[in-house]
């Protein structure tokens, strides 16, 4: 059996390049989309194989059937998904991470939901994949200026879930290197972080607003046990998905939401034609759409009747995009 503990650079092994065959990679393929509906189409093999050889090298396997074994039958199979996400995914995050986007929630979205929650107080959102931690702090960063002194009065709860055990390692800990400050305004450091070492840690206040929590987006019941959001952010993420994979990512958001609730994608995402009810609110440049009923809401559901580029029904008080 493989010692799933990775071996050092320059370890025995590490050296050749392990071919992986037509039917080797239909059977990691449809592994990888059982388990976390992530796609790998068949112009993509070279990147799965690239990304797994050095992972086959670390194991002292030879070949990808004994590989394909170890993650079906092994007794750290559990172990060795994680590790087989951390392969495959790619964790590019950063602090405010297109502005525009953020300042659209910070200025409507957040200032918006802050009046309509004033009498309990109460304010909840999800960061999905949200990798080392920068997209949730940044989001607790945000609430924390806007409340300021009224801060003690709310309950602010923002989570951070991600498949990838290693990366929430990172998010829990809240310490970053220069090169993750990159960007970052220097008041906005000054003011959020203090120098430890090599590292910069998190500002206590604003850490205390964030948990984080290990999730795969495929478990619908892992997600309906989170309980409801105001606010989701999903930011490139789905471009790892097929159709079906997207559609039920985005109809569980939906039912995450709260009847206001307002969701974030990425720049080069779509909820079009996923037949899912929401209505792209703010500026183009936010990527936000509010949630609207299922039924009886008198709009039509995102990409039914709307052509590409067309201004999509806003519910009354919101802004078509």
Known sequence: MPDPTPRPAGS???????PMSAEQFRKLRDIIYQRAGITFTESKKY?????????????????????????????????????????????????????????????????????????????????????????????????????????GDWKI????????????EIAQGGRYTDYAMRGLPPLVQQRYFRKDGHEWVIDPAVAALVRFEELNLKDRLAIKRLGQFDVIFCRNVMIYFDDPMRKQLVSMFHEALAADGTLYIGHSETLRDLGV????????????????????????????????????????GSKAA
């Open 12 to 18: 025995s092994g590490l050296s050749k390049e392990i």
């Open 47 to 151: 990147v799965l194989e690239s990304r797994l050889c050095r992972r086959l090298q670390e194991l002292e396997i030879d070949d990808y059937d004994q590989y394909i074994a170890f993650l079906s039958t092994g007794p750290y199979q559990g172990d060795e998904f994680n590790e087989l996400f951390n392969k495959i995914t790619i964790n590019e995050t950063s602090f405010f991470r297109n502005p525009p986007q953020l300042d659209a929630f910070e200025k409507e979205t957040l200032a918006g939901l802050l009046a309509a929650r004033a009498s309990h107080k109460r304010l909840r959102v999800w960061s999905a994949a949200c990798s080392s931690g920068e997209e949730p702090y940044t989001l607790a960063m945000q609430v924390h200026r806007t409340l300021g002194l009224r801060l």
């Open 277 to 316: 009810p929401f209505a792209q609110v703010g500026p183009a440049t936010a990527f936000s759409y509010r949630k609207l009923a299922r039924a009886g809401s008198g709009e039509a559901p995102l990409g039914a009747g709307t052509a590409p580029g067309a201004p999509t029904p806003a519910r009354p």
């Open 157 to 168: 709860e923002i989570l951070g879930t991600d498949i990838s055990e290693r990366v929430l």
